[in-house]
């Protein structure tokens, strides 16, 4: 199993251009979430989804849209990227609504000129 | 706002010290309370998690202390090692809240050989 793999690992954007970040898993895993982590302030949680076809904002979701078309992808979108988002995004995953672990992926580094 | 203060931002330890990160938290409906540790280039991956009906939990050398009178719990990191060398993180879940986990501010452990 690869777990939960992150694509582009890394990727310089300009004010205003968008992307698409891509979080797969087989684990088949009904939850999925999208964090970013920037120093001093821990992970905060973006959009995450309890299943597919269904997504939820987090804490912190101005700027970003998310979807689900299908169970083991989670797609996070930029429309119109600003410096404020240089950030490292995390996606995760977790089994079911009776597990508690979420299992990260190795993050996408992300930076706005 | 921040609902999981995390404490101290870094610290250094010689190695076969002892390391203690402490966090402290308001929501009474948190209802788990892990710890993820995380290494460079890497993403979070859980450590060791408590639930607050249990003052505390050990995990080989580690150890996580629990008081819910006071809000607070700490991991202990016994006979520290160089490969302890990471950034850990506190998080705390509520159900009522859709089981999402709430993250501290993180703590970068440095174990000096």
């Known amino acids: 199993n690869a777990g939960v793999t992150q694509t582009p690992k890394f990727r310089v954007l300009k004010t205003g251009q968008s992307m698409t970040l891509l979080c797969a898993q087989d684990?088949?895993?009904?939850?999925m979430y999208w964090y970013r982590q920037d120093p001093g302030m821990g992970l905060r949680l973006i959009h995450y989804?309890?299943?597919?076809?269904?997504?939820a904002k987090g804490e912190v979701p101005d700027g970003y849209n998310v979807s689900r078309l299908k169970k083991q992808n989670f797609l996070l979108g930029l429309e119109s990227a600003a410096p404020s988002q240089t950030s490292v995004y995390f996606c995760?995953?977790?089994?079911?609504?009776?597990?508690?672990?979420?299992?990260f992926g190795p993050g996408t580094r992300l930076l706005v000129l | 706002q921040q609902q999981v203060k995390q404490s101290p931002q870094s610290l250094i330890v010689q190695k076969g010290g002892i390391s203690i990160i402490n966090c402290a938290y308001e929501n009474t409906a948190f209802d788990y309370f892990p710890w993820y540790q995380q290494f460079p280039g890497k993403g979070p991956a859980l450590l060791i998690a408590?639930?607050?009906?249990?003052s505390e939990k050990k995990e080989g050398r580690f150890t996580i202390s629990f008081n819910k009178s006071a809000k607070q719990f700490s991991l202990h990191i016994m006979d520290s090692q160089p490969g302890d060398s990471a950034t850990y993180f506190c998080?705390?879940?509520?159900?009522?809240?859709?089981?999402?986990?709430?993250f501290g501010g993180g703590t970068r452990v440095l174990v000096k050989p």
């Open positions: 684990m088949n895993h009904e939850y």
């Open positions: 998080a705390a879940k509520s159900r009522a809240a859709g089981n999402k986990l709430t």
């Open positions: 995760a995953s977790r089994d079911s609504e009776y597990q508690e672990t979420q299992y």
């Open positions: 989804s309890v299943g597919e076809g269904t997504t």
């Open positions: 408590i639930r607050p009906d249990v």
